[in-house]
């Protein structure tokens, strides 16, 4: 029962730590999008994954360190008194959207890989982005696409090809393999992340 009480009051901290950050952060956007507006589309994103991330991050940290220590420390291990309803019930909650956020991770991963593989089917080895593989696919969409994060690959369109300069194409495969570059850096701190990411990035208007 001990066990049971811990993990719910646990959660239930959890859960409204991280309502509340997310809503904090929601609240802060508003300001700091006028702020934001005058960065480069990179240093925004940036800043809307940190954003994005933070809430999750506040809630973990704050659980792991203060809530279950201070529980684990000052909580009889043996009270008459049944375990509130409240916190079971939050902490169920809290339960219950981690399952829902792990299947969305399950099935974006799925249809991530499917989409990939479909795009790669047919592909050529090609050259031109130093350490990161790149390959010439055949569908006109994407046009100029960087899929991967443990293993990146550049896949390039034969119409994006043929569309763009020596110089444009590049120029885009240098934007690309930056991208590829940055991932490596952020798997210092997600070394177990198990999911692909796929960044595609349109760079004809339309496709001839």
Known sequence: MFVVRCLGVSLAFFLLLYSASSAMVMGAWSRVRRTASRWSARHVAELLFAMRGLPFVVAAVITVIFVV??????????????????????????????????GNAIAAQVRTSRTVSGWLRGARSSSGCGSVPLYRIQPSSPALTV???????????????????????????KHETSWSRRGRKHRRWLPTMPLSVVRARRWTSQAP
């Open 69 to 102: 220590p201070s529980f684990v420390l000052l909580e009889p291990r043996v009270v008459a008194e049944p375990v509130g309803e409240i916190p079971l019930t939050l902490g169920a909650v809290c339960l219950l959207l981690f399952g829902i956020g792990f």
């Open 147 to 173: 899929a991967g994060v443990r293993e990146p690959r550049v896949l390039l369109s034969d119409a994006a090809a043929t569309v763009l300069s020596s110089s444009e194409l590049e120029a885009a495969l």
